[in-house]
């Protein structure tokens, strides 16, 4: 049972006293699931919020409350909630059928669609979900090269099979988290993001590597950034070492440029990963690369070659209600300024809540690129100016989370109460129906919050 007793925090008790129906809903969860939630990210103190619907920008959670919508479906709404274009291919299609077991049409306008905007995209294979895709990116790497280990940098989140299990929140020293066994671990090599002089010294040193695969624009999409140096930097030691190149755009894909963050840093990856966009906020996800690597999931060309097959069979793969909604979406990538205007409204954003800070005389700073921003709570006491901050000039180590749990808990908290919800306590995703209104009610948002914990004297 959540607790539902007043505290000594104004933060908490506005929040509890605004979510009744959170709260119930969340009683009845904890009797079903594991902390009452379906998403790790979605785990919050008292209780989580539950939303009911979305439109464009804002979300209504079950009590009524409508908020500012931060969250962006994990990134997957570059339209906005229920975009009408992406609704009616969706609802059409559900009057088709959900499953038919057998190919359609829509899942060849889907792929030629992602091969038109992507720039490594020569073949393309549906997967149910960006987890799937980065499962069958490695292994379409290893069967390609022959070669056995990935590298992967800290704090790189690429879904939660084995291989990609731990060195994203802790074991960044390579040991296994909970039921991964200690051989998929060894398998793997974690290094810091930004130096590339590590990631050549360890080719030279180790060899039989298979792949390296990253974020393009770093760790969580920029929390921990890399510069688009690093990445050609990347590009050009992989190919001295006969390393496959997998760039993780599940998130990236379709938001930073119609052809993602290969079109928007000019570098073209071997393999490159999709979800949430890709299939227009449904679930879907896909791998797209290199003919020549994606060929070992072709029975004939595998026949002719004399090679055993990798097997990659699947319910959801390329669903036809996700090929609806992703196909609408992409087409309004492609033909509308969706990219430019969530781009845009990150920058408006970023350029507004950090105005908040330094008006509230606040040592943090508002950081990111594209359609992301992140709060910089600056943990170690750096002399920080929210107008002047350069979150590439400081080290990787800077960003990592902040210490102080009660302080996450009331920024959190605090922008829901005051009508925003945020990815957590660190930021937010952008779309391109955010507008000058929404970014206008999160700086208000941002400031309450701000007086509210002062007031409490957590910062």
């Known amino acids: 049972m959540p ?12 929040y509890m006293q605004r979510t ?21 990210s979605r785990w919050l103190k008292p209780w989580p919020l539950y939303v009911d619907r979305g439109e464009g920008a804002y979300k209504w959670d079950v009590d009524g409350n409508r908020v500012v919508d931060l969250f962006g479906g994990h990134g997957s709404h570059l339209l906005g909630h229920c975009p009408p274009a992406v609704v009616e291919a969706t609802i059409a299609q559900m009057h088709k059928g959900s499953q038919f077991g057998a190919g359609h049409a829509m899942e060849i306008e889907w792929a030629a669609l992602i091969q038109e905007l992507v720039p490594c995209a020569e073949r393309v294979r549906f997967t149910a979900s960006g987890t799937e895709a980065t499962h069958m990116a490695v292994r ?3 069967a390609f090269t022959g070669k056995h280990k990935v590298l992967r940098f800290h704090r790189h989140y690429h879904g939660w099979h084995d291989v990609m299990a731990f060195g994203v929140d802790n074991h960044f020293d390579g040991t296994p988290t909970p039921g991964v066994p200690e051989a998929t671990a060894e398998g793997v090599r ?8 590590a990631v050549r010294a360890l080719f030279e040193r180790e060899g039989d590597f298979a792949a390296v695969i990253l974020e393009p624009i770093g760790a969580t999409t920029g929390l921990v950034p890399i510069g688009g140096e690093f990445l050609r930097a990347l590009r050009e030691v992989t190919r ?24 928007a840093r000019g570098v073209t990856a071997d393999l490159c990963t999709m979800a949430k966009i890709v299939a227009g906020g449904m679930p879907g996800g896909a791998v797209a690369g290199r ?25 959801y793969n390329a669903n036809p209600v996700s090929a609806a909604a992703g ?16 781009n845009r409204a990150g920058d408006a954003m970023r350029s507004a809540l950090n105005q908040v800070l330094a008006s509230e005389d606040m040592p943090w700073a508002v950081y990111g690129e594209f359609s992301f921003f992140f709060l910089f709570t600056n943990p170690d006491g750096l002399d920080v100016n929210p107008l002047a901050f350069d979150a590439t000039a400081l080290p990787g180590a800077a960003f990592k989370p ?40 999160t700086a208000d948002a941002l400031r309450a919050t701000i007086r509210m914990l002062k007031a409490e004297s957590e910062i």
């Open 3 to 14: 607790d539902t007793g007043l505290t000594n925090s104004a933060i908490i008790n506005a």
């Open 20 to 40: 009744p129906g959170s709260a119930v809903l969340h009683t009845r969860a904890l009797g079903s699931l594991p902390s009452g939630i379906a998403h790790d």
């Open 140 to 142: 379409l790497a290893r």
């Open 190 to 197: 974690l290094l810091p993001p930004n130096d590339i002089a």
């Open 240 to 263: 001295e070492h006969g390393v496959l190149l997998i760039m993780d755009e599940v998130v990236t894909g379709f938001r930073l440029a119609p052809g993602g963050a290969q079109e």
């Open 291 to 315: 003919a020549e690597i994606l060929e070992a999931l072709d029975f004939d060309i595998t026949a002719k070659k004399g090679r055993e097959k990798i097997k990659h069979p699947g319910t």
């Open 327 to 342: 196909t609408a979406m992409l087409k309004a990538v492609r033909d509308e300024d969706a990219c430019g205007r969530a």
């Open 402 to 441: 902040d210490p102080r749990k009660s302080l996450q808990q009331k920024i959190h908290l605090g922008m829901i109460v005051n009508g925003v919800d945020p990815m957590g306590h660190r930021g937010g995703i952008l779309s391109a129906a955010h507008d000058a209104e929404a970014i206008g009610r």
